[in-house]
C-alpha cells in the first residue's frame, strides 16, 4: 500500500521456455487510475528495475500501459511536475494512446508476431487469470532473434551429425577448410574413395543461408553417400546423382533454391581428373609452372530440369599437379577497406609454395589475416588435393 490505494509489484518468478511469450515478461507495476502521480514516480526512483506500469480502473479493467522511462521523461520536463504530481495517474495516462494487446504467458512467441509488428505496442501478460507482467514489441522481437540463434545452433549440430566431413581416401592427399558464416552453413565438401583408384572430391555452396541452406546440404550428403562403391565408377554414374540432385531440389523448393557445384572424379590409375562444374567458381589445376583455370559448361543445380544428357564435363591428364576447388566466399571475402580477396591472391600463394601443407597453411592464414575482425557475410570453404 502507498497512500490509500493499492500497488502491486509484478516480478517474473516462472521459468518460462524462451519460445513462449512469459518468458519475454518484465518487472512491472500494477496500480489503480487514481493513485496520485508522485506515489508512482517515488517508487520508479527507487526502484529502478521496474520497467512497466498497468493501470486499471476501478473495475479492475486494464486501461493502459506506460514505460517507467515515459512516465519519469514526462515528469522531468519543464512544469511536468506541476502539471501532473499531484493529480491521479491517469491524467499523466491520457499523454499516452492506450496501445497494448493482452495474451497469456504460454502462448508461443512466433503466433502473435502478426500483432506485434508495431513497434510501440505494449504487451500485458496474463497467467492463470491473473496479471503476470508486461512487455512490448521490441523485447519480443529480440527474443525472436534469440529463438532464431537458438534454432541455427540445433540446426546446425543436426547438420554436423547428418553430414559426413571425415575425409576418406588414400589414393590422394587431401586438404580441406570451412568456415560458416552461421551456425548451420550452405557450403558442402564431400570427398571419399569409392575403390582403390577412384576418389570423388565435391564442394558445392547453396543459394542463402541458415536452416534452408542446411536442408539442402543434408540432402546432398545423402545423395553423394549413394554413389555405389563398386569397382569403376564411370562419368554417367556421377551425371545420374547430379541430375538425380537437380531433380530432387527442383520437386522440393519450386526452384527457389538452387546450387553451384564442382565434381571431380579422381582416377589413379588413368591419371584423369574429370570436372563436373555446375556454375560454380572455376577449378584451379596447377604446379610449379602452369596453371589451369577450368570455368563451368552447366547451369547451376535447381534452376532447371536437366537431363544427364545436358551436363557436361572436363577430363584432363593428372600428373605432378595440384588442383584447388572453392567457394565464392574466399575471393568476395572483404577487408575493412570494403577490398575483396579476389583472385589474385590465390594465384599469388599457389605460384610461391610448392607442398599442399604449404599452400593450405599459407591460404588459411591469409584469409583470416586479410578479413582480420571484419563481419563474415558467406561461408568460405576449399578443398586443396593431388593424387599420392
Known amino acids: 500500500m502507498v497512500g490509500t490505494y493499492e500497488i502491486k509489484l509484478l516480478e517474473p518468478n516462472k521459468k518460462f521456455p524462451i519460445n ?6 518484465r518487472r512491472s507495476l500494477l496500480i489503480d487510475e487514481s493513485i496520485l502521480t508522485y506515489e508512482v514516480v ?19 479493467e486494464i486501461i493502459n500501459v506506460i514505460e517507467s522511462k515515459e512516465i519519469l521523461n ?12 499531484t493529480k491521479p495517474i491517469s491524467k499523466l495516462s491520457s499523454r499516452f494512446p492506450p496501445k497494448f494487446i493482452i495474451v497469456d504467458s504460454n502462448k508461443p512467441i512466433r503466433s502473435i508476431l502478426p500483432k506485434v509488428s508495431e ?24 527474443f525472436v532473434l534469440k529463438i ?25 592427399n587431401c586438404k580441406t577448410f570451412m568456415k560458416p558464416s552461421l551456425n548451420a552453413g550452405g557450403d558442402f565438401i564431400y570427398v571419399k574413395d569409392l575403390n582403390e583408384y577412384q576418389t570423388i572430391v565435391t564442394i558445392a555452396d547453396v543459394s542463402g543461408k541458415g536452416t534452408s541452406a542446411s536442408i539442402v546440404t543434408s540432402m546432398m550428403s545423402m545423395f553423394f553417400r549413394s554413389i555405389p562403391q563398386k ?8 551425371k545420374n ?38 556454375g560454380h567458381e572455376p577449378t584451379y589445376i596447377f604446379n610449379k609452372n ?44 572483404k577487408n575493412s577497406d570494403g577490398i575483396e580477396y579476389g583472385e589474385i591472391r590465390i594465384e599469388a600463394i599457389i605460384n610461391s609454395y610448392n607442398t599442399i601443407d604449404e599452400i593450405f597453411s599459407y591460404l588459411v592464414e591469409d584469409l583470416i589475416s586479410f578479413s582480420e575482425d571484419e563481419y563474415q557475410f558467406d561461408d568460405i570453404s576449399f578443398v586443396l588435393f593431388e593424387l599420392k
Do not use: W
Request: net charge negative; aromatic share 8%.
Open 20 to 25: 513462449l511469450i512469459g518468458a519475454t515478461s
Open 42 to 60: 517515488y517508487i520508479l526512483t527507487k526502484d529502478s528495475d521496474i520497467e512497466f506500469v498497468i493501470i486499471t480502473n476501478k473495475n479492475k
Open 74 to 85: 514526462a515528469i522531468s520536463i519543464k512544469f511536468g511536475y506541476h502539471l501532473y504530481g
Open 119 to 142: 513497434r510501440k505496442l505494449k504487451i500485458v501478460i496474463f497467467n492463470n487469470n491473473s496479471i503476470y507482467g508486461a512487455t512490448n514489441s521490441e523485447i519480443v522481437h529480440s
Open 148 to 172: 532464431i540463434e537458438e534454432d541455427s545452433k540445433e540446426t546446425g549440430r543436426l547438420q554436423n551429425m547428418i553430414i559426413d566431413k571425415s575425409i576418406k581416401t588414400s589414393n590422394i
Open 231 to 238: 569397382s569403376q565408377v564411370s562419368h554417367e554414374d556421377i
Open 241 to 278: 546423382t547430379i541430375a538425380e540432385l537437380n531433380r530432387t531440389i527442383v520437386d522440393y523448393f519450386e526452384y527457389e533454391k538452387y546450387v553451384t557445384l564442382t565434381t571431380c572424379l579422381v582416377n589413379t590409375k588413368s591419371k584423369t581428373l574429370s570436372i563436373f562444374n555446375m
Open 290 to 333: 602452369n596453371l589451369l583455370i577450368k570455368k563451368s559448361l552447366n547451369i547451376p543445380i535447381g534452376i532447371s530440369e536437366l537431363t544427364t544428357e545436358m551436363i557436361q564435363y572436363d577430363e584432363i591428364i593428372f600428373t605432378d599437379s595440384k588442383a584447388l576447388l572453392f567457394t565464392d566466399g574466399v575471393v568476395e571475402l
